[in-house]
T-cell receptor
Framework: AQTVTQSQPEMSVQEAETVTLSCTYDTSESNYYLFWYKQPPSRQMILVIRQEAYKQQNATENRFSVNFQKAAKSFSLKISDSQLGDTAMYFCAHSGAGSYQLTFGKGTKLSVIP | GAVVSQHPSRVICKSGTSVKIECRSLDFQATTMFWYRQFPKQSLMLMATSNEGSKATYEQGVEKDKFLINHASLTLSTLTVTSAHPEDSSFYIC?????????????FGQGTRLTVV
């Protein structure tokens, strides 16, 4: 069974500053994928970034980057130059390579303060 | 990116009636669709997985006779909440994946807020 743990229910950051959201996971899969999804007040789930476990290089998408520590089963999200539009719930998720099911963490509510 | 359209976005129904929620993949073939339920301020809980042309696989604790899922074509899956009760009020979200299109990514619908009165 897979589990995803987000230990920060809420976080806040000043506009233009950097913030890091934590995520740890447990998996029995040898190959898997990790994701960060954003859910703004509209509740539309938006993919922020994804990481393939067999790739050692950390994924980066513009202001968003991850710190993937496979041995520690840690997958944190760093948001640089935070913007007001980044205010949302952020969910960390896991998917086995052969299965398409996503297991979500409980989420972190991020507030960007002007 | 690929688009998944979920309809309706909001629905209010009377207790005891049934409600159908549609999830369509607009520009790709969804070989697998997922239905999630999300309570206020909580995470997404997987209810069931459906593959086109076969019966849905339900997660433990989800009543398959209450939450009927049909995935009759590669672009449409439906979730029917039968004999709805107030405790079924929730936010329901579908997602779709294709083995052909960006193999590892799931595309989400906009969600449906169901209120049973």
């Amino acid at each position: 069974a897979q589990t995803v743990t987000q230990s920060q229910p809420e976080m806040s950051v000043q506009e233009a500053e950097t913030v890091t959201l934590s995520c740890t996971y447990d998996t029995s899969e040898s190959n898997y994928y990790l994701f960060w999804y954003k859910q703004p007040p509209s509740r539309q789930m938006i993919l922020v970034i994804r990481q393939e476990a067999y790739k050692q290089q950390n994924a980066t998408e513009n202001r968003f980057s991850v710190n993937f520590q496979k041995a520690a089963k840690s997958f944190s999200l760093k948001i640089s130059d935070s913007q007001l539009g980044d205010t949302a719930m952020y969910f960390c998720a896991h998917s086995g390579a052969g299965s398409y099911q996503l297991t979500f963490g409980k989420g972190t509510k991020l507030s960007v303060i002007p | 990116g690929a688009v998944v359209s979920q309809h309706p976005s909001r629905v209010i129904c009377k207790s005891g009636t049934s409600v159908k929620i549609e999830c369509r993949s607009l520009d790709f073939q969804a070989t697998t669709m997922f239905w999630y339920r999300q309570f206020p301020k909580q995470s997404l809980m997987l209810m069931a997985t459906s593959n086109e042309g076969s019966k849905a696989t339900y997660e433990q604790g989800v009543e398959k006779d209450k939450f009927l899922i049909n995935h009759a074509s590669l672009t449409l899956s439906t979730l029917t909440v039968t004999s709805a009760h107030p405790e079924d009020s929730s936010f329901y979200i579908c997602s779709a994946r294709s083995r052909v299109l960006v193999d590892t990514e799931a595309f989400f619908g906009q969600g449906t807020r169901l209120t049973v009165v």
